[in-house]
């Protein structure tokens, strides 16, 4: 499902083996963490992360760690294997011929954005095991640093079609990383966004198979939209909720997709009985709306409303999606996603 990012001395090892084993039972399965933070001290950070690893052998998780050659002058490759490291995230720095052969021992990721033609063909010539090779893009903790759109969704569809498998980070809104704690995205346009909303715009939109929670967790509605996903369904906030039998139902978009609104196969599958007329309002993007008796044959139908609506006698609005959630529409419109609602107020608008 996806990957989550640690910490070997911002949280205690206590702390952050809670976590993992939290996380773990929801499918995330990498773990990420790194050994050449410069505030950190090398003498300090064997022991953490020999536990992390013990961790992750007992619950068959990979153990990823970002080096570089500094890292290397201060642990030996037996060291990080011991404490049960089993991939390698290259950063600068390392010769093309190191990195073909660390890939016959460990699985190695490279730096999805600098990752070229000319620097793949020199590790086939090396003789690299490109099944052990993937590539990660960075995580951009300084503010308006992070990589653009356009390019990062065409470089990882051609690292796609290189065979390799594409990693990226997203900002958790939990507990954040230091020293910035600002966020810790790939896209600067997750930067202050959902963590969920972003982790589907990844998977669904930007060809990226495995993503990584860049920071130390995810707040409890994050969390509660993962576990959700987990189980088969997008979870939506919903404030100014009004009664109705549609608050408890999973709901799926019709499969003829609308241009103005996502119209619920399911609301008025089993309903019977009455909806009198009851405010009548505008309909703003994220407005949920239930079409009263005055609808006649579509009396019952549950919508969510994608392009500014005007009031309509015949539609009552029954809520409105909260503002964070909002991003999710666009992929409950376009896929065949399972989705349903809770009440959250007061939100962050």
């Not at 809520?319 to 009440?343: C, S, T």
Request: proline content about 6%; some cysteine; glycine content about 8%.
């Amino acid at each position: 499902m996806g990957g989550v990012l640690v910490s070997l001395t911002e949280q205690s090892i206590d702390c952050t083996l809670e976590y993992l084993a939290f996380m773990r039972q929801y499918g995330f399965d990498t773990i990420f963490t790194s050994l050449q933070i410069p505030e950190e001290e090398p003498e300090g950070l064997l022991e953490p992360l020999g536990r992390i690893g013990g961790f992750a052998k007992e619950h068959q998780m990979m153990l990823m760690v970002d080096v570089s050659p500094r890292t290397f002058q201060n642990f030996s490759l037996d060291q990080l294997r011991e404490r049960g490291v089993t991939g390698l995230r290259i950063d600068n720095g390392m010769e093309n011929a190191e990195i073909a052969a660390f890939t016959h021992d460990w699985q190695v990721s490279l730096n999805a954005s600098t990752i070229d033609p000319s620097f793949l063909n020199d590790l086939r010539r090396l003789g690299a095991d490109f099944n052990a090779l993937e590539a990660w893009h960075n995580y951009y903790p300084r503010p308006e640093t992070g990589l653009e759109w356009s390019t990062f969704k065409a470089q990882n569809e051609w690292l796609k079609s290189q065979g390799l498998k594409v990693g990226a980070f997203i900002p958790g809104d939990g507990q954040l990383r230091g020293p910035l704690y600002e966020g810790l995205p790939t896209l600067e346009q997750h930067r202050y966004q959902s963590p969920f909303a972003s982790y589907l715009e990844l998977l669904i939109e930007g060809a990226v198979d495995l993503v990584v929670i860049g920071d130390l967790s995810l707040g409890e509605w994050s969390m509660s939209q993962f576990i959700s996903w987990h189980e088969g369904t997008v979870l939506l906030g919903v404030r100014g909720q009004r009664p109705s039998h549609v608050w408890d139902e999973i709901h799926h978009n019709r499969p003829d997709i609308a241009r103005d609104v996502i119209r619920s196969v399911d609301a008025r599958r089993h309903f019977k009985g009455n909806i009198p007329p009851a405010h009548c309002v505008e309909r703003p993007r994220g407005a949920l709306t239930l079409d009263n008796d005055h609808y006649k044959r579509y009396k019952g139908e549950l919508q969510i409303v994608l392009n500014p609506l005007p009031p309509d006698e015949r539609v009552n609005v029954i809520g409105y999606v909260i503002q964070e959630d909002i991003p999710l529409l666009q992929f409950l419109q376009k896929g065949r996603y399972a989705f349903r609602f809770l009440a959250r107020e007061p939100d962050r608008e």
